[in-house]
């Protein structure tokens, strides 16, 4: 079991991801389309799990395979799809053993890709119903603090409400 470790926001979160964001652009190149912050470190002012999310889109999903020792090379671990269809999954540890990163890499424009944007562009421009988030994962991560699937869980019903009022609020927009 991992433990779970819910920190307040710190605003260097960002450039952690823009550093990171420039060594996956250095191993993947030109079937870049972009490179996302998701998650709860890309919200300002939450409280999140201290681990970077990046949501890569790139045009040709099958090179990614291409590119696995190279993403290893850099302390990621290939994961493929992991439950998620058409998904490749990275993720990396530090020295010690903990969860700094997750690399997510879907196909430009998939529709994970734009219900994960939407989830963050909603909770950005609604703070309360981010801090409602936020307290939601502060209180499961003192409930569960060495349960990540019991925290996952419980945080599954709030974030399929949120997506919804996401899905609503972006209705008719282009992401």
């Known amino acids: 079991m991992r433990k779970v ?3 307040a926001y710190n605003p ?12 996956i652009a250095s191993v993947l190149g030109a079937n870049i389309v972009a490179i996302h912050h998701m998650g709860s470190t890309a919200i300002p002012g939450i409280h999140a799990k201290p681990i970077i999310d990046l949501l890569v889109e790139v045009q040709d999903i099958e ?8 993403m290893e090379r850099m302390g990621y671990q290939a994961m493929g799809e992991f439950g998620i269809a058409t998904r490749r999954y990275f993720p990396k540890e530090n020295l010690e053993g903990v969860r700094t990163h997750h690399v997510h890499i879907f196909p430009a424009g998939s529709e994970q890709v734009k219900r994960h944007l939407m989830f963050r ?40 409400i949120l997506e919804q009022k996401a899905r609503d609020y972006f209705k008719g927009e282009q992401l």
Do not use: C, R
């Open 63 to 70: 090179q990614v395979d291409e590119y696995n020792a190279a």
């Open 121 to 160: 562009d909603y909770l950005i421009s609604h703070p309360e119903d981010a801090q409602v988030y936020s307290k939601l994962k502060q209180d499961l991560a003192q409930q569960y603090p060495t349960d990540i699937e019991k925290y996952m869980d419980g945080k599954d019903g709030l974030i399929k």
């Open 12 to 23: 260097q979160w960002g450039e952690m991801f823009v550093a990171e964001a420039e060594h």
């Open 5 to 7: 470790e819910v920190v």
